[in-house]
């Protein structure tokens, strides 16, 4: 076949190396994946090597990731993953999955995206002036949230995301995960240990003692009566609540490596992730954790559980890790 003309070149050239660095990735990872499959995660092959930053699954089999500048879908429980069209070139930080049809991201300097037809289209949502780049979303229902970010940013929708207003947070440290147990309560955590939360649908927020310094990377919420609240961050940190965030304890971890996220199927059930591979679980309700091995040694970011033995997360450089089998 002959090279295209002078005018297409570049872009002929550019297509042509990523293709062979996807191909590349494909040899190399298709080993590991046999090989993580005898060690309970498997490395699924994703559409491209950019860093992926969040994930969220609505049931077994529908759910998103997100991360430098790209939405992915899968509807078969993470085996596959298509990329989906979007109308942004930021990095996306967080995906919050919502209904079979919403669901919205939130990412650098202000970016908002939402979808109401299960990622068909993806459309941009106008966030308050000068606000600062945006590192979680979370959603209690199709009209109720809170977007979090850099130095204390808080912004809040009760109509979907038509509307965004400010709110004041009592620390102006970047906030780096936000979760919400109904409309009226939400909690975030950030740098040097910051836990806030509100009970009033954010008219006011307040500060918590996380019992650590710190830095705080993600928060989760399970328990029957969503009082039950964990909390991860550098050297291996994990702080727990029991009683809605009110009193802390840190707990004893198995690494001192960096948790970047944390998630809980139900109270018995959770999985952290973090740098070089890091992942840690426990299947009685936070009382022991153990490391599990990893078939990567790249940053995972997020980590989403489904039940007891249903998991997926993702990280670095595509990476795009799952288990069916609770990854023992």
Known sequence: ???PSSGMTINY???????????????????????????????ELPPSLRHLYSVDFLNYNVGYACGQAEILFTSDGGANWTEQQIPTAYKL??????????????????????????????TKQEAPSKVMPLKSS?????????????????????????NWTEQHSPSNVFLNKVVAANEKTAYAVGELGVVIRTINEGKTWESLPSETTDSLYGICITGKNKNIIYAVGDHGTMVRSLDGGTHWKCMEMPTKLTLLDISFSDEQHGTAVGTNGTIIRTDDGGAHWKTQQSPVQTHLNSVCQIDAKTITAVGANGTILRTTNGGW
Do not use: E
């Not at 919050?96 to 979808?115: E, F, H, K, N, Q």
């Not at 977007?147 to 979907?160: K, L, P, Q, R, S």
């Open 1 to 3: 076949m002959p090279a």
């Open 13 to 43: 050239y550019k297509m042509k190396s990523y293709r062979i660095i996807l191909f590349i990735a494909a040899i190399i990872v298709l080993p590991l994946r046999s090989f993580s499959q005898q060690h309970g995660w498997q490395i």
């Open 93 to 122: 930080y967080s995906i919050s999955v919502i209904d079979a049809y919403c669901s919205m991201v939130a990412g650098r300097d202000g970016t908002i995206l939402r979808t109401t037809d299960g990622g068909a289209h993806w």
């Open 138 to 162: 979370c959603f209690v229902d199709s009209l109720h949230g809170w977007i979090v970010g850099w130095y204390g940013t808080i912004i809040h929708t009760v109509n979907g995301g038509k």
